[in-house]
């Protein structure tokens, strides 16, 4: 581990410690499988009756959009863990490859500037879907709480407004429950807060190669030696980005197809169900979502323009008319590669900025 930041991976380590995970020699094995099966199974047996519950309560559209936000997010939580254990080996190779690159760049690169700008987000991002867990947790019991303390009659609240078809009037049946319903949420938030987190390293990773490149490009009039080495290792940054694309590629499609869903219930929901219980969670479930969102595709057009950026760095540094024929045709060749930036797809459409304009106004049409 990089000894130059104390911090270096340490939110996307935690993370993925809790779900089962071990990367404390940068790789990504499963070191308990018991434990990630378990929290797949909290995760459908939470998520399954949350889309029962939106198609019984059809009639009520308050109802409805509450199972299926719910329902969305857990669906989506599961399928990243489900691509995770599936594609481990592709993501270890990656992270190991993208550690040593770290490892290697020349201190000029400042290169634990992007790692603290990945740690910045990744802890904001932690801290809101961990207020999420705790809303979700606390804001059944303080109603009851203070109904109990005045005397007063009250009805049994469980997380999410869901009793699993049960009488909540019996605490043989209320306290499973309620602690199911927690832990179902629970496993669905570690699970998002790991693969989000990771993804951000890795891509934030992924630039850091390009800028470590660029400032060699920019030191090549001194050394035309080291020409060769640049133009692999933009081979190879490439490489590495077609290959986060390949791994996330099925995440980003469900991702964003199931998002969108999302927002849309879960600002209806906002707007239209007024003071309740659970609007806290409610309003810090809108905001991981909306995070998901953003993130995704503001990082996809950063590592966009990081990529495309290396073509204008090949041009302005060097006087073309001096350059022997040999060098020029390498520094074509990279220039031809750059101008096809790297882009992140999700099948159906490219994760860049285009597309959260796209979301966020036919978010805004829909509402």
């Not at 323009?305 to 045709?329: H, K, M, N």
Request: net charge positive; aromatic share 12%.
């Amino acid at each position: 581990m990089d000894s130059l930041d104390a911090n270096y991976f340490a939110v996307q380590r935690r993370g993925l410690t809790l779900i089962g995970f071990d990367v404390s020699q940068m790789q990504l094995k499963v070191r308990y499988p018991a434990w990630v099966a378990l929290l797949i199974l909290a995760a459908v047996s939470h998520n399954w009756p949350m889309l029962v519950k939106a198609l019984v309560s059809a009639e009520s559209m308050l109802r409805f959009l509450d199972g299926m936000a719910i329902f969305n997010q857990g669906t989506l939580a599961t399928v990243k863990l489900v691509v995770c254990v599936y594609k481990r080996q592709r993501l270890s190779a990656l992270l190991q490859r993208l550690h040593a690159a770290h490892l290697q760049q020349p201190a000029r690169v400042n290169r634990s500037e992007l790692h603290r700008l990945d740690r910045r987000i990744s802890l904001l991002y932690r801290n809101a879907v961990y207020a999420t867990i705790l809303s979700c947790a606390v804001m059944p019991i303080v109603p009851m709480a203070w109904a109990r303390w005045q005397g007063t009659a009250y009805e049994p609240l469980t997380p999410l407004d869901f009793d699993f078809w049960l009488d909540m009037h019996r605490p043989r049946y209320y306290w499973p429950v309620y602690v199911w319903g927690v832990c179902g949420t629970s496993s669905v938030a570690l699970t998002v807060i790991a693969l989000d987190s990771l993804f951000s390293w890795l891509l934030l990773s992924s630039v850091a190669q390009f800028a470590a490149l660029k400032l060699k490009l920019r030191t090549l009039q001194c050394n035309f030696s080291q020409l060769p080495r640049c133009v692999a290792m933009h081979k190879a940054c490439q490489n590495n980005c077609d290959e986060l694309n390949d791994i996330y590629a099925e995440i980003l499609l469900v991702q964003y197809t199931l998002s969108f869903i999302q927002l849309c219930c879960a600002l209806y929901r906002f707007n239209n169900a007024g003071w309740s219980s659970d609007l806290p969670f409610r309003i810090c479930f809108l905001v991981v979502v909306f995070a998901q969102v953003c993130a995704y595709c503001l990082a996809g057009d950063y590592l966009k323009q990081e990529s495309a950026s290396v073509a204008t760095v090949i041009y302005e540094c060097f006087d073309w008319s001096t350059l022997p024929p040999g060098r020029r045709r390498l520094l074509a060749l990279m220039m031809l590669r750059a101008q096809q930036p790297v882009q992140l797809s999700g099948y159906l459409f490219n994760i860049d900025r285009p597309l959260l304009l796209w979301v966020s106004l036919s978010f805004e049409q829909s509402v």
